[in-house]
């Protein structure tokens, strides 16, 4: 048994050897300023495929980036292995400042928030106009996570060989939503996908939609060629069966550039997340008047500077009606 005392020297002590090695501790960060650009294509299970020029690299994330996840869409730093060869993972180290996001909860009870799509420059909502019917409440929460997270909606409706468009775009109409409508036909022989394509070359476009719609179907003759390249990388990479809509994917277009990112099927659509202050942004041609609203105005109450603004002729009353029944959307469910 050693005894420590005036005659102890360093031979004496034991001390804990620095499993980590010697190195100093330090919160100095690299830059990784020679780190390669990429795009993610998809999530699964911590593991990131991403396009690294025209390589698909399967990749996961640096632990230096804490918490914070990458999603599809974001455009990411990467480092390591970038050849895409199989059984070779790169480190995503840096997330870039995001120009938009498309965000969800489960529900309206649900704090937490997911990102579903960074970066998209639109969001292509899909609703049918017969079997099943349209449902005008999530329509309305679509459109108000695309204008709270910065994408432009699109409105595509399908099958108007079992029922006529006119309803449904009479209810938008006022929001000056661009639009196409196709019929089944149309989406069998192509004729569909072309006229959609029209509004999605040289961008970012987020499909959303229920089940039953033809999101599915539709997706798949924007991209059938590119999807099945894409989509056996990914299989290659990951050892993972075919793409089902599980989770987001992002799929090129040809042509200019393009991007389709194909979101799963949807039930619901929570907006706990959404601030409704930022839904007016929206409305240009409404801001001016929310200048005498009274602070933290909700833009329907008594005092809402708004109905004052509209009735002495400085916009559309109807414009006000559909701001008012977007911010309503958040207080009732979709089934209402």
């Not at 870039?96 to 579903?116: C, G, I, K, M, N």
């Not at 793409?243 to 992002?250: D, E, G, K, Q």
């Not at 002495?312 to 414009?319: Q, Y």
Request: net charge negative; proline share 6%; charged share 30%.
């Amino acid at each position: 048994m050693r005894r420590y005392g005036k005659h102890t020297d360093e031979d004496d002590i034991r001390s804990r050897p620095n499993r980590k090695g010697n190195r100093p501790r330090t919160h100095i960060r690299p830059k990784h300023e020679d780190a390669a650009e990429g795009m993610v294509l998809t999530v699964d299970r911590g593991r990131l495929t991403c396009l690294v020029e025209d390589r698909v690299v399967l990749a996961m994330k640096a632990r230096e980036l804490g918490r914070k996840a990458a999603v599809v869409g974001d455009r990411v730093a990467l480092v390591g292995d970038l050849s895409g060869t199989k059984d070779t993972l790169a480190r995503i180290v840096r997330i870039e400042e995001r120009t938009s996001v498309l965000r969800r909860t489960a529900d309206d009870d649900d704090p937490y928030e997911r990102v579903v799509v960074a970066n998209a420059d639109q969001l292509a909502i899909v609703t049918a106009l017969a079997d099943p019917e349209p449902r005008p409440r999530l329509i309305d929460r679509c459109l108000v996570a695309a204008y709270d997270g910065g994408l432009t909606p699109l409105l595509v409706m399908t099958k108007s060989d079992l029922a006529p468009p006119d309803k449904l775009l009479e209810l938008y109409g006022d929001l000056d939503i661009p639009y196409v409508v196709t019929s089944r036909e149309e989406l069998e022989n192509g004729d569909a996908a072309d006229r959609v394509r029209e509004h999605l070359d040289g961008k970012v476009t987020a499909f959303v939609g229920h089940s039953g719609v033809g999101k599915t179907t539709l997706v798949n003759a924007l991209v059938a060629e590119e999807r099945r390249r894409t989509t056996g990388h990914v299989n290659a990479v990951t050892g993972r069966g075919r793409h089902t809509t599980t989770s987001a994917l992002a799929l090129p277009l040809a042509g200019d550039g393009g991007w389709v990112v194909d979101t799963p099927g949807v039930r619901s659509f929570g907006l706990a997340h959404i601030d409704p202050s930022r839904v007016i942004n929206a409305f240009p041609d409404l801001v001016p008047g929310t200048e005498g609203c009274p602070r933290a105005c909700s833009h329907d109450e008594p005092d809402c500077a708004l109905d004052a603004w509209v009735a002495e002729g400085h916009a559309d009353p109807a414009r006000l009606y559909s701001l008012r029944r977007l911010l309503s959307t958040r207080e009732a469910r979709e089934g209402d």
